[in-house]
């Protein structure tokens, strides 16, 4: 059961999705401490975890061999097929229980294939982690709590606060509070003009320094939010690699954002973290511990659902969320008060 055995650890599925499964990951890790793992899926998703405690090794699932695992009667090359047979046990992190997946991995010649659902069970109410614990509690494997399941390497925090110095908009004397005001659905981001007034508030107290951090999908975004942003005069982080960025957020003393992959990713590493849910149900999706303030709305339409989500012109239930309800969030955590 502990045995230093090579496990493969398949998932299928986005940022958020590989973010809100680390405590999974994290209760498999110390399970098999000795074992090394080999990891498969969005590399640079996977980057995240790459020889930072989880895995010794990440590949591509879209490389051209693994589509053999798809196809029930193709003959699979010997060499991919050798490779494949070296693993002890295989884990596959998935929305759906991939049957041909596992068959295939099966006939390849793993004698372990197990699935872990990467999705709540929205219908049962229950939250993704409730519902992996279950899952790993009929393995046999004991849920291990932890505050912090992402661990930069010591690389990935040098090249972050060099990323930082070379900034001459942040002022080192400072505290750091890392802003993101996009996620991949603009129906869940908060009006970026009040991401841009609590920004302005945090400046003039002086207490902390806010930092905007920018990605593809905000400098793509038809609301303009990045352009937006960057007519302030605020210190804007944008395009950096997973890992750096990770770096970046160690780097911060805490973190404001909506429903979204980079606000998952603070949550996991530990640092205060605060975030604005509309329309997603936040007992369903939002990250747990005891560093993370969610803020959701309470009138009657929300959570809703995708579809309602997706046809609401309005979304009353982000713009019901204040700057002052958001400020003593932040405020709590900046005087040392617990949440």
Request: one cysteine or more; glycine letters at 8%.
């Amino acid at each position: 059961m502990h045995n230093s055995a090579p496990i493969l650890i398949i998932h299928q599925g986005a940022l958020g999705d590989l973010i809100l499964s680390l405590p999974a990951l994290y209760s498999l890790r110390l399970f098999y401490g000795q074992a090394p793992w080999t990891m498969a899926g969005n590399v640079e998703t996977l980057s995240l975890l790459h020889r930072r405690f989880y895995a010794q090794e990440i590949v591509s699932i879209h490389q051209k061999e693994w589509a053999y695992l798809f196809q029930e009667e193709t003959s699979v090359p010997d060499q991919f097929r050798r490779y494949l047979s070296s693993f002890q046990k295989a884990f596959i992190f998935s929305v759906r229980k991939p049957q041909i997946l596992i068959q295939g991995l099966f006939r390849l010649g793993l004698l372990s294939v197990s699935w872990i659902p990467s999705l709540p069970d929205v219908r049962g109410n229950l939250s993704l982690q409730s519902r992996q614990q279950k899952t790993l509690a009929q393995m046999g494997i004991p849920w291990a709590e932890s505050e912090k399941t992402i661990f930069p390497a010591l690389e990935d925090l040098r090249k972050a606060r060099e990323y930082l110095s070379l900034n001459p908009r942040i002022e080192e004397k400072l505290p750091l509070w890392a802003i993101h005001p996009g996620s991949g659905s603009s129906h869940k981001n908060w009006p970026v003009g009040r991401f841009i007034e609590v920004a302005q508030e945090l400046q003039s107290q002086k207490q902390v320094q806010p930092i905007f951090l920018i990605g593809p999908v905000e400098q793509e975004s038809p609301q303009g939010i990045a352009k937006t942003i960057e007519a302030r005069d605020f210190p804007v982080i944008r395009d950096l690699s997973l890992p750096i960025l990770a770096g970046v957020l160690s780097h911060c003393s805490g973190y404001l954002g909506n429903d979204s992959g980079i606000s998952h990713l603070a949550a996991a590493l530990g640092i205060a973290t605060v975030i604005l849910f509309g329309p997603s149900d936040p007992s369903l999706w939002g990250p747990e511990g005891k560093t993370v303030r969610i803020l959701s709305p309470s009138i009657l339409c929300a959570p809703c659902s995708r579809e309602i989500m997706q046809l609401c012109p309005q979304k009353e239930c982000l713009l019901s969320l204040t700057v002052e309800q958001v400020l003593g969030a932040i405020g709590s955590k900046i005087n040392g008060h617990s949440w």
